[in-house]
Nanobody
Framework: QVQLVESGGGSVQTGGSLRVSCAASGYPYSLSCMGWFRQADGKEREGVAL???????QYADSVKGRFTISEGDAKNTLYLQMNNLKPEDSGMYYCAASVWGGSGCRLTGNMSFWGKGTLVNISS
């Protein structure tokens, strides 16, 4: 069973930066679809950024130019560098993954595995 563990959340002021990290375990090969999702209080979960390995990288319009998703040197590690943070970026950030990439690996698609989340709070 794949397990995803997030870290790196916290509280910063508007305009600040944070980097969240995700480490996956329990799968001996590279996961082809990994991404970040977030959910604010009272809102639906939304896709933030996603890597569809060897195909594309996707970002929500609201974070383009501010957030950067990247893979770590270690297998199945993922980062999200968040710059110029805004209060509306606050929420629980979840790492998610699927074994297979391709057409099903989308910000609006279904992911097979989920972490428990790390909280990001941006104060104005």
């Amino acid at each position: 069973q794949v397990q995803l563990v997030e870290s790196g959340g916290g509280s910063v002021q508007t305009g600040g930066s944070l980097r969240v990290s995700c480490a996956a375990s329990g799968y001996p090969y590279s996961l082809s679809c990994m991404g970040w999702f977030r959910q604010a209080d009272g809102k639906e979960r939304e896709g933030v950024a996603l890597i569809n390995k060897n195909i594309d990288t996707q970002y929500a319009d609201s974070v383009k130019g501010r957030f950067t998703i990247s893979e770590g040197d270690a297998k199945n590690t993922l980062y999200l560098q968040m710059n110029n943070l805004k209060p509306e970026d606050s929420g629980m950030y979840y790492c998610a993954a699927s074994v297979w990439g391709g057409s099903g690996c989308r910000l609006t698609g279904n992911m097979s595995f989920w972490g428990k989340g790390t909280l990001v709070n941006i104060s104005s």
